[in-house]
C-alpha cells in the first residue's frame, strides 16, 4: 500500500519501521524534521509537510493528543484538504470520543473513509509489531487497513462501523488499568503499614489471582516506589481519564472509581508529579496513610 | 498427623475429604451433623463435639465468619480449653484481624500453637486441592502445618511470624478482587451504553491486558448478568470489605475504593441482593446509567 | 445610565425591570422578543438585535450558560463589534472561569470594559432586587457599575480586578449548596430508614445548628420529596458542578466532594430526572438505600 | 429532684452545675476525684463510686464514649445492678446506636427506665445552659427528666419512644457538622489556589446564604488555620464518623459522603493530627492540592 505515517514519537517510530519492513510505500512526516532521518535510511520517504503525506492509498496519524490531531485534521496542517477522495484517514491516537465524532463526520463530507484504530501497548511493543489493535469504521475502509494492522500488531479487535467506540474502549481500557494501580497502591499502603514485605506480597498475588501484565508490572513499580523514568507519564494518564470521564458524562454514565482516579491525577500532579509514570498515584495512598 | 477439622461447609467438607485422602487420621465436627456421614465414609472419624475434635496434634478450623470462630473458639465450645498443651489451632476462616490476634493471645497464655492460614480459591479448588494457602505464625508451628498445606493446596506463601499478617493478605486480596469487579462494572456500563458489545469487549479485554483468571470469571458473569447462583454470595463480600475496612481503621490507613466498595455492597444487599453473588455490585454502575 | 440589558429570562426579566425602575434608560434585548413586552410598557427601548442594546454605556448579559454567551459575545450577534470604546460589558451569568478570561481578552483587545458579576439569588430574589452580587473587574469599570448593583441587589462583595474570580467565587457557591443538598439527603435516608419523622429531624436541625435558608428550604423540599417544579433544574446544577470542576482542574485542585456531587447528578438525569429540582440529587441516597 | 451525675469532663461539669443552681439535689462521680471538688463548693454531694450516684430518682451519665458508658454501665462500676426499680438512666452521651439498644434492653429487664438525650453544643453552651437536647425513651420517663432538661438546655427535642433513635439524630448532625467542613475545605482550596481572599470569601458565604454558626464558626477557623486547641478534637469526631458508618451499615445505608469524611480523619489521625480540631480536615483539600 501507498501510506503517509505522521507522527514518529516514541511509538510511532517503531509503527511507521514496521510498515516499511512490510513492504509498503511509506512516506512519513513528523513535526521535528530529525525524528524522519532514521526511517529514510530503511526506506522511507521524507514528505516535508502533512500534506505531503496524504498521496497515497491511507495516512495514519499516531499523534500525542485531541489538540495535536486536530491541528493537523483541521488547521494549517490541512491533511483533510490534502487527502484524496476515498482514501483513509486511519487515525491511531489515543483520542477524545467527541473528536474522533468530528473526524468521521469531516471526512464523510469529503468522501474520505475515516477509520479509528487506537492501540494498546507501549513503545518497545509498538518497535515489536505486538501492539493490541482496537478498531472501528466503516466496513470497506477498515477492510483496506487490515494489511496495516498485520504489520503493526499482534491481534486486532473490530468494534463495528462508528469509529469513536474504539476510542471510547481504548479510553476505557486505560480507566481499568488505571483503576488496577490504584487499588494496588490501596492495598500495597495498608499491608505494607502492617509491616508485612511489599514484595512477597505483590508477588504472592501476581503468581496466583492477579497473573495479567498489568499486575505484575505495576504492582512491581509500586513496591519499589520507582516512578522515574516514566513509561507514561502522570499528565497523560490524567488526560485519558479526563476523556474517559468527559466520554461518560456526555452518556449520562455515573463513574465513581473514575471520580476518584481523576482526583488521585490532579493531587499527584498538583504535589509535583507530572514527570512521574502514571502508577505514582498508587504513592498517593502510602502518603495519606503517613507512609511516605 | 493426627488432625481434628471443624466446620465442614462448601470449602470445609473438600479439604477435610484431602486431608484423609493424603493419609492423615481425621476427626471431623460439623454443626449439623449430616455433613459429616460422607467424610465417615471415606475414612475420617466422627465428633460429637468440638472438644472431640481436639485431641490430635492440630485442630483445624474452617468455619463462616468471626462470630462461628468465636463461639467455636471461646465459647461454650470450648476449643481453647479443649486443646493439649503444645498441639497447634490451624485457623483457615477468612476471620478479621482483631479476631486473629485475640486467638494468637490467648493461644500462647494456654501455651498452645496458632497458625493462621486463609486461602484463595472457590469449592472446586478446595475438592481438587488446588488452593493458594497464605500463613503466617510461629515458626516452629507454622512448619509443622507444612503436611496439612501440601495435601490442601497447589502453593502456600508465608508471611513472618505474626498470624494476623495472613488474615490481613487475605481481606486484602478480596479487596483487591471486588476493586476489579467495579471498575469492570463501571467500564461495561460506559462502554454497553454507548452500543458496544460486551461480550467482545470482555473478550477483547481478557486476550490482551487482563488475562488473569479474576477478570475472565467475572467479567464473564457481568457481562451475562449472571449472578444466581452465587458462587460466593453479596454478603460475604460485604463481610470481607468490612473487615478490610476495619482492619485500616485500626492502622489508620485511608482506602477510598474500599469506601466505595463498601457503599456499593450496602445499596446491593438494600436492594435485594443478598443471594446474588458478589458480582452483582457491578449491576450498579448500570443502574445508575440508567440501563438496569 | 444608558444600558443595555440582553437575556429576559426568568432572573434577567426582574432585573431589568429593577434598573427602569431606579431611573436608567434601559433598552432590552431578547432572542424571543414577546418577552420584551412588559419590559417596554414599564417605560424600556426594545432593540432589534443584540447590536441595538450596545449603544450605551454598558451592556449588562443575564443567560443560561456557555454557550448562550459566547454566541451572543463572539458569534453573529456581535456584542464585542457592537460595543462602543470604554463602554463596560457587565457579565452577570453564571459562566464558566475560562471564557471569563476569554471574555476579558477579547474586550481589552477591543478597549472596552469587562466586569463579571454572577449573582445568588432565585428568580423572586431578582425581582424584589434582593439579589446578591459578587463582583471582580478593573477597579474603574467596577466603580462605573456600583449603581447597577444598588439596583439589583441587597449587598456587593467585591474580589478583585480579574473578572474570573467572580465566576469561581459563584461557581463554587453552587458546589457548596449541592454539597448541603447531599449532606441532608444522606441523613435523612438514614434517620428516615431508621423510622424517624423526617420532618420533625429538618425542623430540629434548622432550629439548632443549621439556621441557614439553604438547610431550610432543600431540606423542607427533601423531607416532602417536592422536586417539581424546578426551582432551579437538575441539568443546571449539574453544568454548575461540571464548570466547577473545570476550573478546579486547571487549578489542580481535586475535590472529591465535587466528583461526587458531579456523579449524582449524571445518576438523576441518567435516571430521568431532566425536569426535577436539583435538590432530588437527595432521593438517590434513599434510592440506593432501597428506601424510593 | 434527686439526681446522679457521673462524668464532670469539660461538658459534664457545667451541667452538674446548672443541675445544682437549678435546686436539684445532685450527687456527683468522676473518676479523677478532683473535678468533684468545685462541684460540691457548689453544693453538690460527692459519691465514692458509681452506685453511690445511684440512689435517686435518676442517674445521669455524660460521658467519652462507649467504652467508658459501657465499664459504667455494665461492667465493676455497676450502674445497672446499682439503680433502683423505676429510677432512670438518662444517657446524655454520645454513644453508638447498638450500645444505646442494649442499655434499654438491660434496664428493662432491670424494671427501670432508660432515657437517651444526647446534646448539641461545645462545654460554653453547656455551662450557659444553652444545650440542644435530642430526647427519646418511653414517655413516662421521658416525662420525668422535663425538669433537668430545662435547667441544661435551650430546647428540647423528642423523638419518640426508642431511645437510639436519639443517639442516631446526634451522630447524623454531627456527620452533617462534618460535611460542610469538608465542603468549605475544598471550596476554600479552590479558590484560594486561585488567588482569592480566604477571609473575604467567608465572609461573603456567612453573610449571605450560609448564615447558620457552623458556617460562621468552622470557615473562620478553616481560613485562619487555628486548629489548635482543639474544640473538639479529631479522634472524637472520626469516633463519631465511624458510629454513624456503624448505625448506617447495620440499617443498610450507603453514605458515600459519610465514606469520605471516613477516609479524611483516618488521613488527618495519620499524619499526626491527633490533637487538631476535627475541622482541620479541611486542611486536607489544601494539602492534595499542594498548598499545606
Redesign the interface.
Known sequence: MRLGFVGLGRMGAGMASNLVKAGHEVTVYNRSPEKTRALVERGAHAARDVAGACGGDAVITMLADDNAVESVAFGEARLIASLRSNAVHLSMSTIS?ALSECLAAAHAKASQGYVAAPV?GRPDAAAAAKL?I?VAGAPEATDACMPIFQALGQ?T?R??H?PE?AN??KL??N???A??I???G??I???S?????KH??I???T?????????KNYGGLIADRKFEPAGFAAPLGQKDI?L?LA???T??????????L???F??L????GDNLDWSAIAQL?AK????A
Do not use: C
Not at 454514565?253 to 476518584?260: A, D, Q, R, T
Open positions: 470520543v494498546f493490541f482496537v491481534k479487535f468494534f463495528g462508528r467506540a471510547l474502549v476505557s481500557g480507566f481499568l488499568i483503576a488496577a490504584e487499588s494496588l490501596e492495598a499502603a495498608l499491608v503499614k502492617a509491616g508485612i514485605d512477597e506480597y508477588e504472592m498475588l503468581s496466583t489471582l492477579f497473573t495479567a501484565p498489568v499486575y479526563r474517559a466520554a461518560a458524562e452518556l449520562r454514565v455515573p463513574l465513581p472509581l473514575g471520580s476518584l481523576r482526583d488521585r490532579l493531587a500532579m498538583a504535589q509535583g495512598a495519606d496513610a503517613g507512609q
